[in-house]
């Protein structure tokens, strides 16, 4: 067993760390407050080289492995939740899964764009009335010679007006062609073009935290994608689905950890400072209990999401322990961010300091990519018996890419 992180893990770190820094920080207080999502925060990040790792060399990226990807995630969310929520929807949920399930066509036409961030990608699995209870979605498609015709909407999808393509997940309707045989589970997974006739998305506004990320609606009506838009066979919908949440969960995850780190790196700073009775806070044990819960977060969060990369990189099924890592680390993260709150007293009230922020982002992550309550159940049925965890057909590539 080996817990060193390479050189090359310890540059992504500094280097994102760099980025939120110079490029993320600057204005945010403005931009979360005022709830403006800066589209060239996204260009910036791909001219950075962010948007392409973890993804093999041969197909643009900067074939850097998957326990990177945790790692820039970490770094990204000490700085705002809405530059990580980019590489989630983009990097994990879209990339890795087109990198999972993709022709080796698909990938050469669609992954040296995405790796180079011209081309931005996102996920669309959650409906207006369907967020848990993934296998009742109700967008349809339906076969029409070459193509299908999709109808339907989806919600709660990030970057909805910037992406310039969707993996879409949606119901198979019935086919009017008799010589095609039914598929055995009724779901399919599109990778469709925001300028696809019949495509619109709005902004959602008003939202707790987050308020830096763009967050929308998508509507298709009558929207026809060619066939060789498939993902996956007929019926490879549901599992695919649940393969990009493999990934999106690993960068929430790690991400989570970013979110504890700029919590301690505030009220380290804030006990430091500010003195009762003649002495810095941090010298009150209360204080020192807080401060020292968020370094278990911290470092347990870290081991949660590393080993889930390790299995990344090896090619192991890792649904239980990236459920883990994610039910782990998006409660510490909000257990952090509520005690950084208590630390700063009336200054954690405020967005003078950046804590509230924190508390109200940490928030969000509970609620997406499965809520708090979905990993429970999920992590008692895996010890019950009741959940299967048998090895996958389709795997990422193992790390060091072919
Ligand atoms: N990879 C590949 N295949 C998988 C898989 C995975 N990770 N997980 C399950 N499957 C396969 C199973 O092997 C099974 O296939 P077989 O029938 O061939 O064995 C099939 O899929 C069905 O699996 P389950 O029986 O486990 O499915 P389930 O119905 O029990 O799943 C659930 C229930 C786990 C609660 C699931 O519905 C779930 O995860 N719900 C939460 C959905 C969610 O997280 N939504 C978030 C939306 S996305 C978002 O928030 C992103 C954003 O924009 C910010």
Redesign the pocket.
């Known amino acids: 067993m080996d817990f060193a992180l390479t050189q090359e893990h310890e540059l992504i770190r500094e280097s994102a760390y760099k980025f939120g820094q110079n490029e993320i920080l600057p204005g945010l207080r403005e931009r979360d407050r005022e709830a403006i999502s800066d589209r060239t925060m996204l260009d910036k990040m791909g001219a950075a080289g962010m948007l392409g790792i973890a993804i093999p060399a041969k197909y643009g990226g900067s074939d850097t492995d998957y326990i990177s990807l945790g790692i820039a995630c970490e770094e990204l969310e000490r700085a705002d939740t809405s530059a990580r929520?980019v590489m989630?929807?983009h990097s994990g949920?879209h990339c890795l899964t087109l990198l999972q399930w993709g022709t080796e066509e698909q990938k050469q036409r669609w992954l040296p764009d995405l790796a180079k961030g011209t081309r931005v990608g996102?996920?669309?699995?959650?409906e207006p009335n369907v967020?848990?209870?993934?296998?009742n979605i109700k967008t349809m498609a339906v076969r029409d010679g070459d193509s299908y015709v999709i109808n339907g909407s989806k919600t709660?999808?990030?970057l909805a007006d910037y992406a310039d393509q969707f993996l879409v997940i949606t119901r198979l309707g019935p086919d009017p062609d008799p010589s095609h045989a039914a598929p055995k589970?009724p779901y399919a997974a599109f990778i469709v073009d925001r300028s696809t006739a019949g495509f619109s998305s709005r902004p959602l506004h008003g939202k707790l935290g987050v308020r830096a990320g763009n967050?929308g609606e998508l509507f298709f009506e009558n929207m026809r994608v060619s066939a060789d838009r498939l993902l996956g066979q007929e019926g490879d919908g549901?599992?695919?689905?649940?393969?990009?949440?493999?990934h999106?969960?690993f960068t929430v995850a790690s991400g989570s950890v970013g979110i504890i780190t700029a919590c301690l790196d505030a009220c380290v700073k804030y006990a430091n400072d500010r003195t009762v009775g003649g002495e810095p806070i941090g010298k009150k044990q209360l204080v020192q209990q807080m401060i020292a819960s968020m370094v278990q977060g911290r470092e347990i969060g870290r081991m949660l999401y590393y080993r889930v990369g390790w299995m990344k990189n090896t090619g192991l099924?890792h649904?239980k322990e990236c459920s883990l890592a994610k039910w782990t680390n998006c409660a510490a993260a909000f257990d952090a961010a509520n005690k950084a709150v208590e630390i700063h007293g009336a200054y954690g009230f405020i967005d003078e300091f950046p804590v509230e922020r924190y508390f109200r982002n940490s928030r969000g992550a509970m609620?997406?990519?499965?809520?708090h309550e979905?990993h429970t159940?999920?992590q008692a049925e895996y010890e019950l018996g009741y959940?299967?965890d048998?090895p996958?057909a389709?795997t990422l590539p193992t790390y060091p890419f072919a």
């Not at 967020?131 to 296998?135: I, R």
């Not at 549901?238 to 493999?246: E, G, H, P, T």
């Not at 609620?367 to 809520?371: A, D, L, N, P, R």
Request: charged fraction near 20%; charge should be positive.
């Open positions: 929520v989630s929807v949920l996102a996920f669309a699995l959650t967020g848990s209870d993934a296998a709660w999808i990030s589970a967050t549901f599992k695919i689905a649940m393969s990009a949440l493999d999106g969960r099924r649904t609620i997406y990519e499965g809520t979905i159940l999920m959940r299967s048998k996958l389709h």
